[in-house]
């Protein structure tokens, strides 16, 4: 039962097999047992989840059960909720309690989801590694000596480790496929405009999306339905948006005359001999499924992780100013005039890789700086785009490994931001061209779980999910799970 | 030799929109602080602006107004920097590619003729909150219900040649906003502010060094505040030094400048294109729209009342100084068209200047434009003299009688019986037997001693023309 998918809990749960506050118990005894390992929570009110699990039973009882109906939904702490803090893992927002819900948690609610806390990232989402989370770092379920990869490393640890079903994450870089890929789960970016990010903790705004992070292909697809749709109150949720049928782009499985992109910039050297291998014979397996491989060329592929350096952190240098000790969040002790209230504040609640991405975007945006950096950025921004644009004339998708290499022990990396930032190498791309990914688990490397990234057009999530659906009913990756905590890997 | 001054203006002009620039509060002025706020003015994490399109509307009625381009897709950036008031920690503001661009606007010169001024841009962006120090003992308060409420910066090109012209712009400007209805632009409320660059130079030189003199509101700080820095600037020069670019801040009590801070602790705003909005485009058809439903502007209808009702024009001036104003004056003229000069005189001179005195706005007035039509009807109709009318006026102002009953009641009532005219001029006449004969023994100027001792006789009501055609005859003998 723990490593059940939402559907399978879901069919007990409209069978009358088991209850919603029964679930909720399920997954309430296993964060109690296990999450002081892992710390892939930072909030949870066991109290207040038994109540939603209990309005949920009424609910069932009265009407006919709503899509999500019952079922138990972590959330990353980057999403604002009325109920309980949202401190987004970092010391200045230490104790925040938000006055209103995210649009996604409203949805979440109206779909007649429990939500069951809040799991641990990094500070802001800054990091590929929930190190630099100001609540302790979060652990692998498959190595506890490992990262469980970030930002949304909480998300994908208590999902692997089936502490939930399912998570929220949100992807900026990568944060939800990186992490999906290294604890061996399903996570999917939806197209940059498909979900509302108001009420989300904003990192880069151009470049964050959230997204379901979960065991299962059609999972993912159960979540979107939910919290996607045009939302009046965020400028940037696209009101004209094609509506896809979810479910059924999971049922539709035939891979027969697929055409799959492999591009050559995503297979290299110095990425990890077993990842490229696990990656290319999930290639062959979709080949053996009648899809057609096709070598393609994404040119401007190297700038990629240069550009996303220089936007995201200019976006997120402005969006973090707010935090100022002025109206909330962190302020220093007896200030002796503004500055000093300002810089102190901001010294003591921030963290290093937070002070060093708002260093870096206020240095790229300062003048003199402006046109060499963000401007250049902005342009191979357009440029990658544009590589996307040609290559989907050729394909339906685009395969790549999520990851160059499996997920690193804790510590490794924590004093090279530079080689870091490269963890995110092959996630990037698709957010600066705000294009639906997904990473789903599709083998195993030095027994670490290897991910596969699909790529889709603008608004097709129903070609990445029909395509990964395919591929999951033909392997067995998915239904892997940590012995440690209880599966049968 | 002689010094040019060289001055460019930025106006901040609050628009007169319902609810603020990026989300739904109102934008009601003097409320108790804080409770026009929502999580968006906020700058709450997580919360994400939406455009007032009304805004944006009136941004391009007001660009249409001076003439100038108007982008059909522009971009909003973000401006960066820390102060308690911006709840951001950036500002919303158009800097790369404004709404507007490229307009001008045109002053009266005093050889009667008219000097243009050029119009960079009108960009749209939010105003921040407000700090209040007073009376607070080493703290400051903060009241963000002003936090959001969408501005208009209007950027003049550096045109103008002295605090006159400056001012002139201004006025304009001031009164074209009013006329289109865009803002209250009440200097007094902050609701149109103003920033002048003021720098001098050797004619034929290239412009000097300029200060910016930051947010007045008051139409005669602002001239003392650039007189002011006219001469400090060539003080400073003349004596050897050189300026410092910098801002400074007029203080209107002690009447001198102060400077705010110097170039080093300049800020870099550090702009770039604000991601939570995505370009504004608007459509030529919305544009035409607009165009087609701008009011009559302050210069078309001046140059219409001189023509049409053929008013001095500085009459014409007075008159279309407010869309109210001119209004009025038409449905006085609408109401009493015989003589549209009548009604010009007496609403600039009589009404206006009384409300005036009184400190009251046209919208106040106790007398509306029907009821003075009716008094100069009567004066029209030879019921009273003009002189009688004005004790009439005065009388109105105070009551709400009609203005037939106050004629009555004070017994104005031109007499026009010539009867009673005769009657009173052939008393005249046996009072002063020797007028009479140095009349008729060809000393015509007499006749003025006639007409006024007739009038006074009948305390003024004698219809004067009356008096005149009767007297000729009567004296003839
Ligand atoms: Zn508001």
Request: aromatic share 8%.
């Amino acid at each position: 039962m723990p490593f059940s998918s939402l559907s399978e809990i879901q069919s007990r749960l409209s069978s009358g097999e088991t209850t919603a506050v029964e679930v909720a118990k399920l997954y309430l005894d296993r964060i109690a047992s296990y999450n002081d390992e892992l710390n892939a929570f930072v909030h949870i009110d066991p109290t207040h989840v038994l109540a939603q699990a209990e309005a949920s039973d009424k609910y069932r009882s009265e009407h006919d059960a709503r899509p999500l109906e019952g079922l138990p939904i972590a959330v990353k702490d980057i999403f604002c909720t009325q109920d309980g803090p949202t401190q987004c893992c970092s010391n200045i927002l230490k104790d925040f309690h938000a006055p209103y819900d995210a649009e996604v948690i409203t949805k979440l609610k109206e779909a007649g989801a429990v939500l069951v806390g809040k799991t641990n990232m990094d500070e802001f989402a800054m990091g590929s590694s929930t190190e630099t989370s100001a609540f302790g770092v979060c652990r692998n379920p498959w190595d506890t000596e490992r990262i469980p990869g970030g930002s949304s490393g909480g998300s994908a640890a208590a999902v692997a480790a089936a502490l939930t079903p399912a998570a929220l994450g949100t992807d900026t870089g990568g944060s939800i496929r990186q992490p999906a890929s290294l604890t061996g789960i399903t996570g999917l970016k939806p197209t940059y405009g498909r979900v509302s990010r108001r009420g989300i903790i904003a990192f880069a705004s151009s470049l964050d999306q959230a997204g379901p992070m979960t065991r299962t292909v059609k999972d993912c697809a159960m979540i979107t339905a939910a919290i996607s749709g045009h939302d009046p109150r965020d400028a940037t949720s696209v009101s004209d948006a094609p509506v896809i049928d979810w479910l059924s782009a999971c049922e539709s499985r035939d891979m027969k005359g697929l055409k799959i992109g492999k591009p050559k910039e995503y297979f290299v050297d110095g990425m990890d001999a077993e990842v490229r291998a696990s990656v290319e014979a999930a290639l062959k397996k979709c080949e053996e499924l009648g899809a057609e491989i096709i070598d393609i060329s994404l040119p401007n592929t190297e700038y990629a992780i240069a550009a996303y350096y220089v936007i995201a952190p200019s976006e997120a240098s402005a969006n973090l100013s707010r935090y100022d000790g002025v109206r909330f969040g962190h302020r220093c002790e007896d200030p002796e005039d503004l500055l000093d209230m300002y810089t102190r504040s901001r010294d003591e609640g921030f963290g290093s890789e937070v002070k060093r991405r708002i260093l870096t975007g206020a240095f790229a945006l300062s003048s003199g700086y402006y046109d060499a950096y963000y401007l250049k950025a902005q342009q191979v921004r357009t440029l990658i785009q544009q590589d996307f644009t040609a290559a989907f004339e050729q394909v339906d998708v685009i395969a790549t490994p999520t990851s160059p290499i499996t997920a690193f022990k804790l510590g490794e990396k924590t004093d090279d931001p530079l080689t870091m930032y490269l963890s995110d190498i092959f996630t990037i791309a698709v957010n600066l061209a705000g294009l639906p990914g997904l990473s789903q688990p599709c083998g195993f490397a030095q027994n670490l779980p290897v991910g596969l990234q699909w790529i889709g057009p603008a608004w097709r999530e129903d070609t990445v999910l029909s395509a990964a659906s395919a591929y999951e009913a033909a392997t067995e990756w998915s239904r892997r799970s940590p012995a440690a905590f209880g599966g049968e890997s | 030799m002689s010094w040019e001054i060289v001055i460019g203006l930025e106006v901040h002009c609050q628009l007169n929109t319902d609810t603020k620039a990026f989300c739904g509060c109102s934008t009601q002025f003097g409320a108790e602080p804080n409770t026009q706020t929502c999580p968006v003015c906020l700058g709450m994490p997580g919360q994400l602006p939406v455009l007032n399109t009304v805004a944006v509307d009136k941004t391009i009625l007001t660009g249409l107004a001076i003439n100038a381009h108007i982008n059909l897709e522009s971009k909003f950036d973000r401006k960066n920097y820390f102060y308690p008031d911006l709840p951001k920690g950036y500002q919303i503001s158009q800097f790369a590619v404004p709404i507007v661009e490229g307009g001008y606007i045109d002053i009266p010169t005093k050889d009667g003729g008219e000097k243009r001024l050029g119009v960079t841009r009108i960009h749209m962006e939010e105003d921040a909150g407000k700090s209040m120090h007073e009376g607070l003992d080493a703290v400051s308060h903060i009241d963000l219900n002003r936090s959001g409420v969408p501005l208009m910066e209007i950027v003049s090109e550096p045109d103008m040649r002295s605090a006159d012209e400056a001012i002139a712009y201004l006025k304009q400007l001031h009164q074209l906003i009013r006329f289109l209805g865009v803002s209250g632009a009440d200097m007094e409320k902050g609701q149109f502010r103003c920033d002048a660059n003021v720098s001098v130079r050797r004619p034929g030189e290239p412009f000097g060094t300029r200060t910016e003199m930051k947010n007045m509101n008051s139409f005669r700080f602002i001239k003392q505040a650039i007189e002011f820095e006219v001469l400090r600037q060539i003080e400073i020069i003349e004596d050897g030094g050189e300026v410092v670019q910098e801002s400074r801040l007029w203080d209107s009590v002690k009447c001198e400048s102060r400077s705010m801070r110097s170039k080093e602790e300049a800020h870099d705003y550090r702009y770039f294109p604000e991601p939570d909005l995505p370009p504004l485009r608007v459509s030529q058809q919305e544009v035409d729209a607009i165009k087609a439903g701008m009011p009559e502007l302050p210069g078309q209808l001046r140059k219409r009342f001189e023509t049409e009702f053929g008013l001095s024009s500085y009459d014409a001036d007075v008159l279309t100084q407010t869309l109210e104003s001119a209004a009025w004056y038409e449905s006085l003229v609408a109401a009493h068209p015989a003589d549209p000069k009548r009604c010009a005189n007496w609403m600039a001179n009589e009404l206006l200047g009384r409300l005036n005195d009184a400190g009251k706005e046209l919208s106040e007035s106790p007398v509306s434009a029907a009821r003075l039509a009716e008094l100069l009807n009567r004066i029209g109709d030879n019921t009273i003299s003009g002189k009688a009318a004005k004790d009439v006026f005065d009388a109105m102002m105070e009551s709400a009688d009609s203005v037939d009953a106050i004629i009555e009641a004070k017994g104005l009532k031109q007499v026009s019986d010539s009867g009673a005219i005769d009657t009173i001029i052939l008393e005249v006449m046996a009072a002063n037997p020797a007028q009479v004969e140095g009349y008729r023994g060809g000393k015509d100027k007499l006749l003025g001693f006639f007409v006024g001792q007739v009038m006074k006789a009948s305390r003024g009501k004698a219809n004067p023309g009356m008096v005149n055609q009767r007297l000729l005859e009567l004296l003839k003998g």
